[in-house]
């Protein structure tokens, strides 16, 4: 079985299974699947991209607020795309930190923020959890592909030593 497939079948099921959990404990299920493919785009795997994935959102969704916060003083359309131009600005520049350098996930945390109208507290635990069923997905599809493969290899070489036996 490839890399691929692995994957693709423990995506599958733990979709599902964050489909039910995410109505169970009343999270937004479309907040969860955005911080799923935070972490299945982030430029590091393991740990260190769960960590950074779930930084980028959640800066994201302190951008979002402050945007949020700051259009609703400045009534005024024009001011509006100012703070718009401004934020986007700073949320590329908080990259500088290694930390918070993975800027397409903080942009995600941001739009769901919007999307939401705000809902901060929803958002994040959604987003949070979200990049934690990434890793799942991710981290147990190649060890699926890990397992299947490795016994396969055992069953070719107990194979060709039986044919070099004959």
Known sequence: MSVLVA?????????AFWGWLSIAFGLLTWAGFLGCTTYFASPK???KGLALSMLANVSGVFW?????????????????????????????????????????GTFIG??????????????????????????????????LHAKLNK??????ANHSDAQNAA
Do not use: H, R
């Open 151 to 156: 016994k396969t290899q055992a069953k070719d």
């Open 110 to 143: 941001c739009c769901a923020t919007f999307a939401s109208n705000g809902n901060w507290q929803l958002v994040i635990p959604s987003l949070v959890v979200g990049v934690g069923m990434g890793y799942l997905m991710k981290t147990s599809g190649l060890y």
């Open 64 to 104: 979002g607020m402050v945007a949020i916060q700051l259009s609703t003083i400045a009534n005024i359309e024009i001011v509006g795309y100012i703070i718009t131009g401004v934020i986007s600005m700073l949320m590329c520049l908080q990259a500088k930190k290694e930390w918070l350098s993975y800027i397409p």
């Open 7 to 15: 994957i693709s079948l423990t995506t599958g099921l733990l979709s």
């Open 45 to 47: 795997d393991g740990p």
